[in-house]
């Protein structure tokens, strides 16, 4: 037997660190090790020094009694952390993150990030491209540290860093007391005094025709009814990691007047008896993150919900875990992966448990419904399509930015009446009537109604999170379905072949030079949308099919 | 079936049992759907992820992956529609695309390319990832058994799954995301220095070949060269006492790889021992020829041997030589001296055919009793207890009842070192739920799973149980009707433990106060409790009172006789276990033994006349006979001259024989009459071999309908009858507990094995393993 161990060599595999677990145990505090609280530990661990060291990363595991594979695992999972191995490197101080997203790419991030690229001092500052940070209305866009910057140019940027404008800039916003001071949380009152009966809202979101609006479009108040038939103890989560690109409506809510969000979210709350809630938010809205870390502390400290009762959680840089069960899988410490369904979250979600999941703008609009009554939601839509959404709007218009329009809008009502037309020199040519994956249309096809469903659902095309991006002559589709292709790409979870091998190949087809093997791709779309687990898989062919359909002399 | 659930299946009524999944039916009724991730072998639960299973829900906007979806009632799914095959087949090619060709990669014969081939799946239209993004497969031979080659890794997750739910070695992670995603060890290390075991399940899971046998390997480790075996043999692993089941794969008459087999005490699974610790068969270290000392080489007893040539010390000989001297130098020594000049010490490495043949080697060879075997050292003073205690060294549970248990106690033991498959299910247990408190002066990594760490100080085992009694009793937490069912001597126990508070032991042993509670309490409220102690509590100075006060634990709990209760004593070799056991009639090893004690005599010593319980002090205390001294139908066997271990000496309750002088078994209460079955005279009745309680003459006796034991019938029981008593042939007596035959007479058949009514546990099955 050749391999003879030297004896007394100890034990297996990286040793434990004693320096660096005293680092992490006192950094962690002496509070519980919370197998569900892994990737908040690890956030303070990057924050604290810039990265994940393999030594802090061992000690973690150690201090939680986690085996090394478990907690590594999680942490490369993400974009936002930064491990970094023996022998590695670790990363400069400074990190500017640069949108390469679709809106952004139209206004140039590649020309950006090259000339960052070229400016920065790569020992002092690290440049990375970065997927949609939900900035498209102010792109191209770019995080500095924490401070996020719209319209940013290499000069700008760089010159912000010299003076030291990488903190997060939180704006002004409707702070608890200015919410109370013109009604807000009265409603919440009433309803915990049993003014007002759950049934009784329940019967007004389904007259309202509140739909969800994270993307999915289910009638909010039937979930409401599916999660109370399951036997408690419930949960609830709100979904604040809605990052499909060209979407920016929830960020805009939450930076303006989050309370009416948290106060839909405790009336939701209250209506299906959970005993806690889940705020999962997005990591890149470092302000948003600031303002909610207030605004829970100071309803707690105004007695209006238990210590605890709302826990905030910070994404770490995965789209996928907008997708609701991922997100719960994320909540729970774990790797973002969707879950399989049946049984959907309602019966068995968060830690096994019933749990009612919500995106921020469903339960922003709970609190108007109640009080103004659902035949004024209603009636902001028409008959045929209830109810008003916001558009966020990005891409060749005059007046980009998120648009409060009725539902079963067309996309040239938004443009012209609502973002003054199109930009100057810009003639309309397609948009996307739904993020990166609710297709690609024509400017033929600009006056199809915009909702759940309907005209669009027959053009193979979907709504989803509301978010429209407007293209012109300037904008070759077969670039702008490889931008989204690339996305998706990078944003696959990995679990099902379809969806990580079918975003792989054709990312490769697209980008190979000359004719499209057409059948190769339509093989490869069949697959990822019968077979692929989870709407990304299933809604990635998207774009290609309406590029091989709509866009043929772009090719 | 009744509560089945009914469905369409390809246009036939089929019946899925509650927890089957359509794949589950499918194959039952003969349809074979292709699967991958989805490892069809007992612990892997299905995950649905590859996508090669997809079948068509009639209704459904999607198709469903059939490994993991469970139907519902009217369900009707189809397997073979151009939808859902067009879909598996692209997946086979999309996963095909980024391996090599079939005959170049590490395995061709796996069970993708089978699936594969079947299908026609074509290699070539599309790129693979690895020609693009400059992302370089993965290849690893660091580890020196297994090859990692991980441009055939499918990402599926079964060395995930094998590694973290099967065997629970937690050292796998799936890492990264997309496209990047990839099985890792520890934090993405070579496997060779991570933590990794080499246990191989993942190498069993794997259904590409990405982890593959280097045996099986060329030189590279990166393809398959051994392709077919000259046979496969079912066996059982040599090492530990698990007992697990394997496959060894021969070729070219030398063994190239094992597998494990599905056995009850190990379901496929084995650990690096098994799997890969054979190469010792066919080490040129080895004996092949015998050796004779040479004329000139001294004798000494220090000569390290290692290394050094054998044959400057030792001369090839014949078989016939070698034996000739052998045997002649222990005849010339037992002819000049006698018996008690010759000993023999076996060892449980040894099969039990070969320790019967050895102790019949030793008494009839040798002409003396002076055998023993190295269970003295590992499991004597567990033995002694539980012969005390319970009247049976067996375990009272299988290990996989930690699966079913609330709360185990690891004391003593060293499970994911020494028996890594079974640490697998109290493994799998804590990540159940089950409490595990694992008590071990040195720290150990089932701590890691461990509720509870005990680091007490070495030595101080039974301050730290007793203080443990102390809280049971103290706190009222025993179970009151099973002792008064059950147990004698709670009285004496709780006298004797007042004095040991935790408070008063913290100090003794180390372990604070209030961990010694919370200990006590959730070992004793638990529904279910088991308690698994090894070496370190038998290997001892004490280890017999260390085994006393786990047993107490039980028994005042009443945690023993129920599924996922008992204690269980771990063995450390394959035949430790059952060799020694006077009194074991169930034996969960499936290599354990039946067969007599060989350690009758030292027990004795043990039992000494001292007291150390009221229970005790009651017990008749002859070799292995732990009846009531007052119950009547207990038997000794004392005096025969071919008796194993036998003394002629008068039975402790008092001498009842009549008319033996110490020749024949007597009789407590009766007077040697005719055995029933019709032999009249005193001594085993030379029929069936049994020892048989002598009833009054004269009386009407029933014949004996219990069968012979199945070894005594096997061994062709007419000569063996008519072989007069007492020629050192092993008695083997009828495997059976205590019985009424229902008139009320007391017929009782002496038995070695004794389970017995009185004792504090139930009757366990009278069914052989």
Redesign the interface.
């Known amino acids: 037997m050749q391999d003879r161990r030297r004896r007394d060599r100890g034990p297996k595999g990286r040793p434990l660190d004693d320096a660096a677990l005293a680092e992490v145990r006192a950094l962690l505090g002496a509070g519980e090790r919370r197998r569900d609280l892994l990737i908040e530990f690890l956030h303070m661990i990057q924050d604290r020094y810039g990265h994940l060291s393999a030594q802090h990363l061992r000690a973690l595991a150690e201090d939680m009694r986690l085996s090394q594979a478990e907690v590594y695992e999680v942490a490369s999972f993400y974009d936002h952390f930064d491990v970094v191995k023996e022998g590695e490197a670790s990363p400069a101080p400074l990190t500017i993150r640069v949108c390469d997203s679709v809106s952004c790419m139209l206004a140039g991030a590649e020309t950006l990030l090259a000339e960052l690229q070229a400016g920065a001092d790569p020992a002092a500052i690290r440049v990375m491209r970065a997927p949609c940070m939900g900035r498209c209305a102010g792109a191209p866009a770019a995080r500095i540290g924490d401070r996020e910057v719209d319209h940013a140019t290499a000069g700008n940027l760089l010159q912000m860093v010299d003076a030291g404008e990488i903190r997060v800039r939180v704006p002004a916003y409707i702070g608890l007391d200015a919410y109370r001071s013109t009604g807000g949380y009265r409603l919440l009152q009433s309803i915990r005094d049993g003014a007002v009966t759950t049934d009784g809202i329940i019967a007004m979101l389904g007259n309202a025709g509140l739909r969800g609006l994270g993307g999915a479009g289910f009638p909010a108040g039937k979930k409401w009814g599916f999660v109370r038939s399951y036997p408690g103890p419930r949960l609830m989560s709100i979904n604040g990691d809605e990052g499909e690109p060209g979407t920016f409506k929830d960020r805009i809510y939450l930076e303006k007047d989050p309370h009416r969000t948290l106060e839909g979210a405790l009336i939701a709350a209250h209506a299906v008896e959970a005993e806690r809630i889940y705020f999962y938010m997005r990591d890149e809205y470092p302000a948003v993150l600031a303002i909610l870390r207030t605004e829970i502390a100071a309803l707690e400290t105004a007695g209006l919900v238990e210590p605890g009762f709302i826990e905030l959680r910070r994404g770490a840089g995965a789209y996928i875990c907008g997708e609701e069960s991922a997100m719960l899988e994320s909540i729970e410490g774990r790797r973002g992966m969707p879950r399989h369904r049946p049984p959907y979250i309602a019966e068995v979600g968060l830690f096994g448990r019933p749990t009612l999941n919500h995106n921020v703008e469903t339960l922003w609009w709970i609190r108007d419904i109640v009080e103004k009554g659902p035949e004024w939601f209603a009636g902001l839509g028409s008959p045929d399509h209830p109810g008003v959404r916001s558009w966020s709007v990005s891409g060749r218009v005059k007046e980009p930015g998120v648009k409060l329009a009725p539902a079963g809008v067309t996309v040239r009502e938004l443009i012209e009446d609502h973002c003054g037309g199109m930009a100057d020199g810009h003639e309309f040519k397609a948009y996307l009537p739904g993020g990166a994956s609710g297709g690609i249309l024509p400017a033929s096809m600009g006056d199809i109604q915009l909702d759940f469903g309907g005209e669009l659902a027959k053009q193979g095309a979907f709504v989803g999170s509301h978010a429209v991006v407007v293209f012109s002559q300037a904008d070759n589709i077969r670039d702008v379905t490889l931008n989204l292709m690339k996305f998706f790409k990078h944003e696959s979870c990995g679990k099902c072949t379809p969806c990580r091998e079918g975003t792989e190949k054709l990312v490769t087809l697209l980008k190979q030079v000359g004719p499209l093997p057409e059948s190769n791709i339509r093989d490869l779309e069949m697959v990822m949308r019968d077979s692929s687990i989870c709407g990304l898989g299933q809604a990635a062919p998207n774009p290609v099919n309406h590029l091989l359909t709509h866009f043929r002399s772009d090719l | 079936m009744a509560n089945g659930i009914t469905f369409t299946l390809d246009g036939k009524t089929v019946t899925a049992a509650q927890d089957e999944t359509i794949w589950d039916v499918a194959r039952r009724e003969g349809t074979k759907i292709p699967h991958l991730c989805h490892v069809d072998m007992p612990g892997y639960r299905p995950d649905?992820?590859?996508?090669?299973c997809?079948v068509d829900v009639e209704g459904e906007r999607?198709?469903a992956?059939s490994c993991?979806?469970k139907p519902t009632a009217g369900m009707v799914v189809k397997t073979d529609t151009e939808?859902a095959r067009?879909?598996r087949e692209?997946?086979f090619e999309?996963?095909a695309?980024?391996m090599r060709p079939a005959a170049k990669g590490p395995d061709q014969q796996s069970l993708f390319w089978q699936w594969a081939s079947s299908m026609g799946i074509a290699q070539g239209?599309?790129?693979s990832?690895f020609a693009?993004d400059d992302m370089r497969p993965e290849f690893d031979v660091t580890n020196?058994a297994i090859a990692v080659n991980l441009d055939a890794c499918?990402?599926c997750?079964a060395c995930v799954r094998a590694c973290?739910e099967v065997q629970v070695n937690?050292?796998?992670?799936?890492?990264?995301?997309?496209?990047?995603?990839v099985p890792?060890?520890?934090?993405?290390?070579p496997m060779g220095?991570?933590?990794?075991?080499t246990c191989g399940e993942c190498v069993q899971a794997c259904p590409t070949g990405a982890l593959y046998e280097k045996s099986l390997m060329d030189e590279t480790g990166r393809t398959r060269v051994v392709q077919e075996f000259d046979k496969v043999i079912d066996s059982v692993c040599p090492f530990c006492g698990v007992g697990c089941q394997t496959k060894v794969a021969v070729k070219d008459n030398r063994i190239v790889q094992i597998d494990g087999r599905d056995g009850p005490a190990n379901e496929s699974r084995l650990c690096v021992k098994g799997r890969f610790g054979y190469?010792y068969a066919m080490?040129p270290e080895r004996l092949t020829k015998p050796l004779i000392r040479r004329d000139d080489a001294p004798k000494a007893g220090e000569i390290d041997l290692r290394g050094v040539d054998p044959l400057t010390i030792f001369r090839e000989a014949t078989w016939e030589e070698a034996l000739e001297r052998a045997a002649g130098g222990l005849k010339r020594i037992r002819d000049e001296h006698g018996g008690k000049g010759l000993a023999g010490f076996g060892s449980a490495k040894g099969s039990n055919e070969e320790a019967y043949l050895f102790q019949k080697f030793v008494r009839q060879g040798f002409g003396t009793n002076n055998v023993d075997h190295c269970t003295r050292l590992c499991h004597a003073s567990s033995v002694a207890a539980l012969m005390e205690g319970v009247g049976s060294g067996a375990v009272s549970a299988p290990f996989m009842d930690a699966l079913k248990a609330d709360c185990v106690i690891i004391i003593g033991a060293r499970p994911a070192t020494n028996h890594p498959v079974a640490a697998t299910y109290f493994k799998q247990a804590a990540k159940r739920g089950t409490k595990l408190i694992v008590m071990d002066p040195r720290g150990q990594e089932m701590m890691?799973?461990a509720a509870y760490s005990l680091r007490f100080k070495p030595g101080s085992d039974v301050a730290m149980l007793n203080a443990l009694l102390h809280v049971i009793i103290d706190e009222k937490l025993y179970d009151e009707q099973y002792i008064q069912a059950n147990v004698s001597g709670f009285r004496a126990l709780e006298a004797k433990v007042k004095d040991f508070s935790p408070e008063a032991m913290a100090e003794v042993c180390g372990i604070e106060a209030d961990v010694l509670r919370q200990v006590a309490r959730t070992y004793a409220k638990a529904e279910r409790s088991m308690i698994f102690w090894g070496m370190g509590v038998s290997q001892h100075t004490h280890g017999t009172d260390n085994s006393r006060c786990l047993i107490a634990l039980a028994l005042i709990t009443g945690h023993v006789g129920r599924a996922g209760t008992g204690f269980i004593r771990c063995a450390v070799r394959t035949t430790c276990r059952g060799l020694p056991m006077p009194g074991s009639s169930r034996c969960i090893s499936p290599t354990t033994s039946r067969w007599r004690t060989l350690i009758s005599a030292p027990v004795r010593e043990f039992l000494g006349p001292d007291a150390r319980s009221e229970a005790w002090a009651d017990r008749c205390r002859d070799r292995g006979c732990h009846s009531r001294r007052r119950d009547p139908r207990h038997v000794h066997h004392g005096g025969e001259p071919g008796d194993v271990g036998s003394r002629p000496e008068p039975c402790p309750c008092g001498p009842r024989q009549t008319g033996t002088s110490g020749g024949a078994g007597h009789l407590p209460d009766g007077d040697g009459m005719a055995c029933r079955c019709g032999f009249a005279g005193i001594g085993p009745c030379r029929k069936t071999r049994h020892l048989h309680q002598h009833q009054p003459a004269g009386a009407d006796r029933p014949a004996c309908t219990r069968p012979a034991r199945r070894g005594a019938a096997r061994s062709r029981p007419d000569r063996r009858a008519r072989q007069p008593h007492g020629t050192g042939l092993e008695l083997r007596p009828c495997l059976g507990s205590l019985h009424r035959d229902g008139t009320g007479d007391a017929f009782a058949e002496a038995h070695l094995l004794g389970t017995h009514r009185t004792r504090g546990i139930r009757r366990l099955s009278s069914r052989r393993t």
Not at chain 2, 48 to 52: Q, Y
Not at chain 2, 193 to 197: D, E, G, I, Q, Y
Request: with cysteine; proline share 2%; hydrophobic share 40%.
């Open positions: 649905g992820n590859c996508r090669a997809m999607v198709l992956a993991i979806r939808r067009k879909s692209m997946v999309l996963l695309s980024n239209r599309f790129e990832r693009v020196p499918i990402t997750g973290r937690d050292v796998i992670g799936m890492a990264q995301r997309g496209n990047h995603s890792v060890f520890d934090m993405h290390d220095l991570s933590t990794c075991v190469d080490s890691r799973h």
